[in-house]
């Protein structure tokens, strides 16, 4: 079964990985194989660590090694809530600096990787924090002096609730030193569970920026899910080489912040040796990248503004402002860390504490399992009508009196009771000439 099979199948578990391999580039620490041919990519054979850095055109592209003449990344930690990253591999040994696992299946540091698909969190991580293997060889991140938090997850069979796991993976990020949180992955719906808005609030109430990976098309993901759909989430689309929207590899939606390459992406497996991947699996972890050197370069900058760096920087692809194939754009390294940007007082991605402030106070408390709900009781109490009061309905009433005043009410009255001692004498008169 091919890896793209085994992803399709893995969209029927709750949440799923947004990525998928093409052949290996190396098939291992020793080995290789030759990889098919794709546009713009020749095969190669027997490929060497040079034509592997050669590969990574991001860096170009995308103002990554311009960058890196103000920083790479130095004292910020990301993490990567995966599979479980293999730090024994070269362009990883001694960027992770610690982890944990919540699958159920993994070790206790987070660093063996898990489920049917394991390789996925090296290959994320070392997209966003490898070192490379020498100056010019090997696969180097976008932020190759970041730290990394190994933080393993697994979906299917054996492990545990994903919905709880996730949630539990972003608190001990948030409180193991995070400033970034890579999720190169989906629940494949547009909402989210409510242990998710407590986790998610954490993150933000602690200034940690969270990145995710928009979804596939070519994995089924056609609409951007949770977590991309969460309020201050930095949601990453995917772009091709030449910078258009992946037809493929990347799906759409309005909560889109920025762009980033998410074809002919070249990643390290565990155990050593490469693959070429599509999806925005790796273009998550590009923008996570760019977010560390944003935090490196300002580390005074509050996560609202490390946001509005990157996105009033991007280069705006569609009609003038954000859209629902790249957001506001592609990613900018250089000039997120370098130009000038206003202050923002909010985070424009949106507010997670007002979202959960107007969407769930409305939703009832579920009842315990097995339990029967008990209407409160209608009090059977006859009303029983009282009698109407002759001389009450020409009392006027309190409004009656702010609307005329006193005065006037006065001389109402005086001219109703002159009036009915006219009709008395009147009646009294004619009494008197009929008994006359």
Known sequence: MTRRVRLA?????????????????????????????????????????????????WLDADGIRSAWTTTRGAGVTIAVIDTGIDGTVAELRGAVTGGTDFSGLGAANGQTP?????????????????????????????????????????????????????????????????KVINMSLTRNTLDWPTSWDTAFLYAEDHDVVVVAAAGNRGSGTDEVGAPATMPGV????????????????????????????????????????????????????????????VRAAHPELKAPDVINRILATAHDKGPAGPDALYGHGIVDAAAAVRDDVPHVAANPLGDLHEWVRVNRRATPAPAPEGSITVPAPVDSTPVIAQPS?????????????????VPVLIVLLLLFALGGLVVGAVVQFRSLRRTG
């Open 114 to 178: 898990v489920g049917e698909d394991n390789g996925h969190a090296t290959m994320v991580a070392s997209l966003a924090a490898g070192r490379g293997t020498g100056s010019n060889s090997g696969v180097i991140g976008v932020a190759p002096e970041a730290s990394l938090l190994s933080i393993s997850v697994g979906f299917g069979a054996g492990a545990r609730d994903s919905d709880a796991q996730i949630a539990e993976a972003v608190t001990w990020a948030v409180d193991h030193g995070a």
């Open 389 to 405: 009061d002759p001389v009450g309905v020409l009392l006027p009433s309190i409004p009656l009196l702010q609307l005329v005043g």
């Open 234 to 293: 930095l949601a990453v689309a995917g772009v091709t080489q030449s910078g258009v929207a992946s037809g493929q590899a990347s799906a759409q939606g309005i909560t889109l912040g920025v762009a980033a390459p998410s074809e002919n992406l070249v990643g390290v497996i565990p155990g050593g040796g490469y693959v070429l991947w599509d999806g925005t699996s790796g273009a998550a972890p590009i923008v996570a990248g760019v977010v560390a050197l």
């Open 9 to 57: 199948r893995a969209a029927l578990a709750t949440l799923l990985l947004v990525g998928a391999l093409t052949p290996a580039l190396s098939a291992g620490p020793t080995g290789s194989a030759a990889a098919a041919p794709r546009a713009g990519v020749p095969a190669p054979h027997g490929a060497s660590s040079d034509s592997i850095r050669s590969r990574e055109y």
